[in-house]
């Protein structure tokens, strides 16, 4: 879980390389076209520089905008053995950027293109990226990641990319489950995590940008997600429900972005019914009662039929109109079921 609060005594730390080298050099194949002058290995992303040391010192201290890379150095805050173990991906999160204390791991991939399925994990961050431009302290305990996809824009997910907030939140939750079939981990639409149906654990942001090439259009989709896994306060984490249990395991930090990204990468190479299947079995928000209102103030009753083909709420008026309901430019209080669309449309139904 992240704490909005202020940034207080934080010291930034370089990042580090972790990886097998096939996946290293592709991403440093990469980033050196993107070196932003020559003689030097930086790339300029919108609020960040990163620099790749390559068998050098960095030029400067890390900071808030800077981030020095160290590509041959081992980082021991990160256990590599441990997440190598559990990963199974041809692809995702098989090359990671690893820090300490970074400013955000968002800023990291909003920039140039990168590699699909580069993965950025700090340990903690001073100014993490949320929804409706929200700046957060992550402290210690929080597992949080962003990660780049490349999706074809001719693809099936390429046609519906609102979708992706959805399959990565379904991804968290049979990781999680699937490590502790006990816990009742569930989704409450459009982007948060919730145990037992009232404490948010975690919480997914997804940004997205075109790349058209002679060849091809890409979608280049960076989602961010924090889960509390190991600090309790002011709430609670995974690792304190599942210590209740005096016969249940720890999910060690390193195994929970293993599992995540095992089943991010196979349900993003999946079939949408499985998709929506999934979704509805894990939602928090089946046949929901919810009060719509409108820019008026006027108030009217209807219930959640569903998600659409673009990954939005679907809700049915007593009238029997079915609005769409989309996560921006709209005002939601899903777990006291308040709704308030600020253009809602829709159309009839018998």
């Known amino acids: 879980m992240v704490i909005r609060t202020s940034v207080i005594n934080m010291v930034y730390k370089a990042g580090y390389l972790i990886g097998r080298s096939e996946s290293k050099s592709k991403l440093l194949e990469t980033a050196r076209k993107l070196y932003s002058k020559k003689n030097t290995s930086v790339v300029q992303m919108k609020k960040m520089q990163l620099e790749f040391c390559e068998g050098v010192p960095s030029s400067k201290e890390p900071s808030e905008g800077y981030l020095p890379i160290l590509v041959s150095?081992?980082?021991?805050?990160?256990?590599?053995?441990e997440y190598f173990k559990h990963l199974n991906t041809k692809k995702l999160g098989q090359v990671i950027i690893y820090s300490d204390v970074m400013s955000s791991s968002h800023n990291v991939l909003d920039g140039p293109s990168l590699v699909h399925g580069l993965t950025v994990i700090p340990r903690q961050q001073t100014q993490g990226t949320g929804r409706s431009n929200n700046v957060?302290?992550?402290?210690?305990?929080?597992?949080?990641?962003?990660?780049?996809?490349?999706?074809?824009l001719k693809s099936q997910l390429g046609k519906h990319l609102p979708l992706i907030q959805h399959i990565v939140a379904i991804s968290i939750v049979l990781a999680v489950k699937g490590f502790n079939q006990d816990i009742d981990?569930?989704?409450?639409?459009?982007n948060d995590l919730y145990v037992?149906?009232?404490i948010k654990l975690g919480g997914i942001i997804v940004t997205s940008s075109i790349l058209s090439t002679f060849e091809?259009?890409?979608?280049?989709?960076?989602i961010g997600v924090g889960m509390n896994l190991d600090n309790a306060h002011p709430t609670s984490c995974l690792n304190s429900i599942f210590s209740s249990n005096?016969?249940?395991?720890?999910?060690?930090?390193?195994?929970?972005?293993?599992?995540?990204?095992?089943?991010?990468?196979?349900?993003l190479e999946g079939d949408f019914d499985e998709i929506y299947d999934l979704y509805y079995k894990h939602w928090l928000h089946t046949n929901v009662n919810v009060t719509i209102m409108s820019e008026r103030g006027e108030a009217q009753q209807a219930k959640i039929i569903g998600i659409d083909d673009f990954g939005f709420l679907s809700v049915r008026s007593e009238e029997g109109y079915i609005f769409s309901v989309r996560p921006d430019?709209?005002?939601?209080d899903m777990?006291?079921?308040?709704?308030?669309?600020?253009?809602p449309t829709g159309v009839k139904t018998s």
């Open 246 to 267: 005096p016969s249940s395991p720890l999910l060690s930090y390193e195994q929970y972005f293993a599992l995540v990204f095992n089943h991010l990468e196979q349900l």
């Open 185 to 190: 981990l569930g989704i409450k639409w459009p």
């Open 335 to 343: 777990l006291n079921g308040l709704i308030a669309p600020k253009h």
């Open 196 to 198: 037992n149906g009232t």
């Open 329 to 332: 430019g709209n005002t939601f």
């Open 136 to 152: 957060w302290l992550s402290p210690p305990g929080c597992a949080m990641f962003s990660m780049q996809l490349h999706i074809d």
């Open 216 to 222: 091809s259009q890409m979608a280049v989709c960076n």
């Open 73 to 81: 150095e081992e980082e021991r805050g990160f256990n590599t053995e």
